[in-house]
């Protein structure tokens, strides 16, 4: 059961070539583009406005980009940023930024700089008009943000590329990480030093603590619609399959491995040893330890390790495969992207992204809320993340991921949210309320099917 991790300050030197069709696109070879916009001058004041979904969660998230914007306001006095959190009442406020920024759009008063999921990126070019960073500023400029003391992982700094143009610099992401209650593992009888390398381990352990323990065995969450699809693409994947092929053009979420991994999750529910709960209330119940082991983001790890605190034993594994079929872990998060028309406001805009995706930035994300820094170097630096890393063992897992990190894919055209959504609807009536595995996802598939655009 035992896995070995590479070593926490592994090296990504090899760069992914992806595709422009939601994946990133390859970057132009034109160096010599200059910024269409000028330079601030000292004493011009400028005002922006920052939507972050980072806002709509209270504790470290909130707590960490406050700080981070009041820091920005020290090193530039003449840009007053105000930071906002998306409009609606969704548990999870990723959820309402895309409806929230049409609206604001409609009015005429769409924020200046928006923190948007990677899933978005078709609709964020084309619906949205992002503007893309290599005209708006130049793209030596990009590269050199991008490059820096600590360069950005090649996986990492492509994922916001659309059609030879960089349209956002990626912020803040995760990939599937197993986080374990040691202790109810002990209670359980279970080796919590030997984690479940595997479903079908995953299984047996939290049948064990469900049924020894009283508390819940596991909660994957990966499998509602208020988690998006991130998750549950990079189940599906690692079980071989897609939930829409390589070309964006048709749907396969009802073939024979999603099948299989929505049918997995339904057994864990349906013999006791996984809660019917909605997202929020899974990791929240995990933070009070009363759930044996959650697949999770990382973003929430620093709730975990609040909630641990001098209670229970808190500890991280990987992703679990399918047999000996490899993991391929899918990363969650966002970019940061320019959606203002004004060019003070677009430079203004442009300063605030180089610093929140600035070492300085990112040593404070990173030791508050737990996401990885996208400067990987910062982990092998005792004046960066060095012995911030040392001491928190919960990262090897999301650090070793990071090697066979394949892209959250975004569904295509104007309809994707619907698409994804009747996906994810499927998924959870399947899992959490009994329905047949294979009848449920063809007919959701058959409707997403009409909402695929016209190749």
């Known amino acids: 059961m035992k896995r070995t991790l590479p070593v926490l300050g592994v090296v990504f030197t090899t760069a992914v070539a992806l595709s422009g069709c939601g994946l990133g696109g390859t970057v132009s070879s034109d160096t010599t583009s200059t910024a269409q916009i000028p330079e601030l001058t000292p004493d011009q004041q400028v005002s922006i406005t920052f939507e972050s979904y980072n806002y709509g969660i209270a504790g470290a998230w909130t707590d ?39 609206n604001q759009m409609v009015a005429g008063t769409p924020p200046d700089v928006a923190q948007l999921g990677f899933s ?6 084309n619906q949205l008009q992002a503007k893309p960073l290599d005209t708006l500023v130049g793209k030596q400029e990009v590269d050199r943000n991008f490059d820096g003391r600590h360069a950005y992982a090649p996986r990492a700094r492509v994922l916001d590329d659309w059609n030879g143009h960089t349209y956002g610099v990626p912020f803040v992401f995760s990939t599937p990480v197993l986080y374990l209650n040691a202790s109810l593992f002990t209670e359980a009888g279970l080796d919590p030093a030997d984690p479940p390398a595997t479903w079908a381990e995953v299984a047996t352990a939290s049948k064990q603590i469900a049924d020894r323990t009283g508390k819940g065995g596991v909660y994957i969450d990966c499998l509602t619609k208020t988690a998006k ?17 390589a070309d964006r053009r048709t749907l396969s979420y009802a073939d024979a491995p999603a099948v299989e991994v929505v ?17 929020k209330q899974g990791y929240e119940a995990f933070g009070r330890g009363e759930v044996g082991m959650i697949l ?22 990987p992703m679990p495969s399918f047999g000996d079929k490899p993991t391929v872990p899918t990363n969650s998060g966002a970019g940061l992207h320019i959606l203002s028309n004004d060019p003070a406001k677009q430079r203004a805009s442009w300063e605030l992204i180089k610093f929140l995706t600035s070492e300085e930035s990112y040593i404070k994300i990173s030791q508050n809320i737990g996401y990885l820094p996208l400067r990987t170097g910062l982990l092998e630096q005792p004046d960066g993340l060095k012995n911030w890393a040392d001491k928190n063992p919960l990262l090897k897992p999301n650090v070793a991921q990071l090697g ?52």
Not at 66 to 91: E, R, W
Not at 298 to 313: C, E, H, L, R, Y
Request: charged share 20%; proline share 6%; net charge neutral.
């Open 120 to 125: 978005d990126l078709d609709f964020t070019v």
């Open 404 to 455: 066979n990190m394949e892209p959250w894919v975004s569904m295509p055209g104007n309809s994707y949210l619907q698409m994804r959504d009747g996906m994810m609807d499927a998924v959870e009536a399947v899992v959490f309320q009994g329905k047949d595995p294979q009848s449920t996802l063809s007919a959701a598939q058959a409707e997403g099917a009409k909402l695929v655009p016209a190749a």
């Open 263 to 279: 049918t997995m999750a339904q057994n864990l529910v349906n013999t006791g040893s996984m809660p019917k709960l909605n997202q």
């Open 229 to 245: 699809d991130w998750c549950f693409q990079s189940m599906v994947r690692s079980n071989g399959g897609r939930v829409i092929s």
């Open 296 to 317: 999770e983001t990382s973003a929430i790890q620093g709730t975990f390790v609040a909630g641990a605190k001098d209670k229970w034993d808190l500890r991280s594994a």
């Open 64 to 102: 960490t980009f406050n700080g981070l914007i009041a820091d920005f306001g020290k090193k530039h006095p003449n840009i007053k940023v105000t930071a906002q959190k998306p409009q609606g009442n969704s548990p999870n406020p990723a959820t309402d930024t895309i409806s929230s920024i049409q």
